[in-house]
């Protein structure tokens, strides 16, 4: 390097310190004459092309007196590269100056780098060229899809999904209206580590070699996710910086509209290429160095709701707020349509705009952490199984009357859940609707008529559903209970008496049984949840199941287990409720979470059980075992495997659960259930349910933007069945707000 620099630009005395870089070898060159910095490529037309308009661009800026850009210094023979043995050498200006990554960002430097970005793109309005408009490079936000080749390198499976969460956003907002945006020449890369400041001023900017042509709007994106690393309150800043850019450069509404999600892909374009690139250069700081606090960002980007942000990007150009509809009117339009009957959750009803993961997003720009909702088994909109049913909706959807390879491949990976006899499915569209198919094939099957029930227990809203659900018919509105139904008590262990949970279940055993003996060849089936979710979240008593099966079975009947909202290992200790007793039904009920919102419930049962159903009356469901619904089924379990949910939910779960128990709350009279699914039953000071407490409590936590429900024939037991990519900060969160409630009580 110092015959290149002595024979061809005159230097001598040379010192050079490597430079880190991406398709440049670079070294800092003290000399004689100074300092500079000289870098090296390899030699390609297209390079030389590339070059060669990065400076006619560093010209241009030259109008821009008080920033100084990186322009080629000519060699001894008048040239601006030197080109010798396939390779480019380029001499440049050393900027001196302070990254604006080692020093505090205060308010004048923050106004002066959006004045400055502004600046740089006003002045390049209408400079075009078409090397860089036929340029394409994975960080320029209009190629983001280049990028999703790297997800798989992202080592952690949370991490990734997290990434493709944001594609699939990115797909929904920005492409879209891609060619309504406006297009110039950018420098693309305005990274805390491209840009010089002194006195908190901005005085230089280097490396173009990410320049492009591409959406005008992707330049300040850039500047303003490494502007917002490291910051508390990322908005903030966002918000100083925008204003600064729009007193030079005005902005467009449609732009500030989808910025968020454009912040948001290069956050995840850098992921995805620090995650490649450390398998070839695992060593490398430079490659590395934003990693970090790019990942920070983008899980806080992920706790901001969407309209939340575009407000603040239109305040900081004074653009009115997002159009948002009034509760009050919203109210009244529900009121007209919809039937009273379907209940409205907390006192002040949420109007709901979007969702992820744990996390939901309400109109008003909240967002809200879910703790309540365990319909969606592996988190609002997960992007693999919203990738699923999209990807399968486009191709085929259709009925069992026909052979397609979801409908094979979602049977075979369902039923290698269960032990081997367990073998054959059938596929509906909701978990009522598997409850009521259940009924009728235990009937069929046993010629039996008589249903034995736990009390508190529900299966569902059909008509079978409600004659066997005691927390409907027993209830307000319901007509009582059926012919043919037995009603059982729920062994539950907490208020029972018993000093031991082998003696309640000993005992509520020997009741059932009695009530077996009194109809002897007479019941069809024994139907109960694992944890009965509606009777306050409570786990049956470990020894009853396994006392009561063998007694229903010597009568003649089947034994059910509704695994609706316990399966799929939300439990943690176990993947299927019915496993933490030691028992095996005979048949099971599958419904809201093997879908993860999408409408599918499956039956699982025996060959033997299933045979004695195929009488001649065909079963038939139009839209049960879809290809759309078993690919987003697969999907399901592919996720719960390959992100480990199940030993998630047992470690949240269980670290959740000890801090209930830690609580210091005299009005906690029981924490109970497994995993991340649990009940915290609240008493008053005589022992009492404490109904009119447990309703302060879920709709204080609204209030502080915390999902809870209750349940139980007092509705005074917390309900926390969060979906399981619900962490441990998560936890800890809810800890903390329950235990301030508490403590204001």
């Not at 390879?405 to 509906?428: C, G, R, T």
């Amino acid at each position: 390097m110092n015959s290149i620099l002595n024979t061809y630009y005159g230097l001598t005395d040379c010192t050079l310190t490597p430079l880190e870089g991406y398709d440049s070898i670079n070294f800092k060159v003290s000399s004689n004459k100074g300092l500079f910095v000289l870098k090296k490529y390899s030699y390609t037309e297209e390079t030389l092309a590339v070059l060669t308009s990065e400076d006619k661009v560093a010209s241009t800026l030259d109008a821009i007196a008080h920033i100084k850009f990186p322009k080629s210094i000519f060699n001894l023979d008048g040239k601006a590269f030197t080109i010798t043995d396939d390779f480019i050498y380029r001499l440049l200006p050393f900027i001196e100056g302070d990254f604006i990554a080692n020093i505090p960002k205060n308010e004048q430097l923050l106004v002066s780098f959006g004045t400055t970005l502004g600046t740089i793109d006003n002045t390049l309005q209408g400079h075009y060229d078409a090397v860089f408009a036929a340029k394409e490079t994975a960080w320029d936000l209009k190629y983001f899809k280049k990028s999703q080749q790297y997800i798989f390198d992202i080592t952690d499976k949370k991490d990734q999904n997290l990434v493709r969460y944001f594609f699939l956003q990115f797909d929904e907002h920005v492409y879209p209206i891609q060619h309504t945006l406006r297009k110039s020449i950018i420098h693309n890369d305005a990274n805390d580590w491209n840009v010089l400041t002194k006195d908190s001023i901005v005085t230089g900017f280097i490396d173009f070699g990410d320049m492009c042509y591409t959406w005008l709007i992707n330049e300040l994106a850039i500047g303003l996710t490494y502007m917002m690393m490291n910051d508390e309150n990322p908005l903030k800043t966002a918000e100083l910086i925008i204003k600064s850019y729009h007193s030079i450069l005005p902005l467009e509404e449609k732009e500030l509209d989808i910025l968020y999600y454009l912040i948001a892909a290069r956050l995840c374009t850098s992921v995805c290429n620090s995650a490649h690139t450390k398998k070839q250069k695992p060593d490398s700081e430079y490659i590395t160095i934003s990693e970090k606090p790019a990942w920070n960002l983008l899980k806080k980007w992920l706790r901001i709701n969407p309209i939340k942000a575009k407000d603040c990007f239109r305040k900081a150009c004074g653009f009115p707020d997002t159009q948002k509809q009034a509760l009050e009117k919203q109210l009244q339009r529900r009121t007209k349509n919809i039937s009273s009957a379907l209940s409205l959750s907390y006192t002040t009803p949420i109007q709901m705009s979007r969702s992820a993961f744990q996390f939901m997003y309400d109109t008003e720009g909240n967002t809200i952490l879910d703790a309540y909702n365990n319909i969606m088994q592996v988190g609002h909109c997960h992007p693999r199984v919203v990738a699923a049913g999209q990807r399968t909706m486009a191709r085929l959807n259709t009925n069992t009357r026909y052979i397609y390879e979801e409908l094979l491949s979602y049977s075979d990976k369902l039923l290698a859940k269960f032990p081997p006899h367990l073998n054959k499915v059938f596929f509906v569209n909701s978990g009522s609707a598997a409850s009521d198919l259940a009924i009728r094939i235990a009937k069929t099957h046993t010629k039996k008529d008589n249903i034995m029930v736990l009390e508190h227990g529900y299966h569902g809203n059909t008509q079978y559903g409600i004659d066997i659900s005691h927390y409907k018919y027993n209830h307000k509105g319901g007509t009582g209970k059926a012919a043919g139904i037995l009603q059982t008590p729920m062994p539950k262990v907490y208020g029972s008496g018993f000093e031991s949970e082998s003696k309640a279940a000993s005992h509520y055993a020997t009741v059932t049984q009695k009530q077996i003996s009194e109809q002897e060849g007479n019941i069809a089936a024994f139907i109960a949840e694992p944890i009965v979710g509606c009777g306050g979240q409570v786990p049956l008593a470990k020894g009853y199941l396994k006392e009561v099966y063998p007694s229903i079975r010597a009568q003649g009947g089947v034994c059910i287990s509704d695994e609706v909202q316990v399966g799929f290992g939300r439990l943690g200790s176990s993947f299927w409720g019915y496993e933490m007793y030691d028992v095996v039904p005979d048949m099971v009920i599958l419904g809201k979470p093997m879908g993860n919102g999408h409408p599918i419930g499956a039956v699982v049962t025996t060959t033997e059980i299933a045979n004695s159903f195929d009488n001649g009356m065909e079963f038939f469901s139009s839209f049960g075992g879809n290809p759309v619904s078993c690919a987003i089924g697969e999907a399901v379990l592919d996720v719960i495997e390959d992100d480990n949910l199940q030993a998630h939910a047992l470690e949240v779960g269980s670290y959740l659960k000890a801090g209930l128990e830690k609580l210091e709350c005299p009005e906690i009279g029981d924490v109970r259930g497994s995993g991340l699914f649990l009940g915290v039953e609240l008493i008053t000071s005589d022992g009492k349910p404490n109904t009119k407490l447990a309703q302060t409590l879920k709709n204080n936590l609204r209030k502080k933007n915390i999902l809870i429900s209750t349940d139980g024939p007092y509705d005074n037991v917390l309900k926390i069945k969060p979906p399981l990519y619900f962490s441990v900060e998560n936890a800890l969160e809810l800890l903390d707000n329950i235990k301030i409630i508490f403590e204001k009580q």
